[in-house]
């Protein structure tokens, strides 16, 4: 059974930083493409950054630069650092991996708020 479990979410005024933390289980990171995603009040949710199995990383346009994603396959887990965070970062961050192109699990997600 996947299951994936955020944290690290909170309240950070704007230019502060925040990382957030996936622990995966049911699955290894270091051989599955990991996703952190996010959607904010009345908004689709998007794709904010991704991993490879190989470490490659790809962001969203709108986090480039100041957001980082990475892995620690010993401990099974992906993090998200967000530094120079803006109040248009506000949402719900949620962790996401796609096995065998049909199936999506998804984590509970962690809120994130910037505001000042």
């Known amino acids: 059974q996947v299951q994936l479990q955020e944290s690290g979410g909170g309240l950070v005024q704007p230019g502060g930083s925040l990382r957030l933390s996936c622990v995966a289980s049911g699955i290894a990171v270091r051989l599955n493409h990991m996703d952190w995603y996010r959607q904010a009040p009345g908004k689709q949710r998007e794709l904010v950054a991704d991993i490879t199995q190989g470490g490659d990383t790809d962001y969203a346009e709108s986090v480039k630069g100041r957001f980082t994603i990475s892995k620690d396959n010993a401990k099974n887990t992906v993090y998200l650092q967000m530094n120079n965070l803006k109040p248009e970062d506000t949402a719900v961050y949620y962790c996401?991996?796609?096995?065998?192109?049909?199936?999506?699990?998804w984590g509970q997600g962690t809120q994130v708020t910037v505001a000042s």
């Open positions: 996401h991996v796609n096995r065998y192109g049909s199936e999506d699990y």
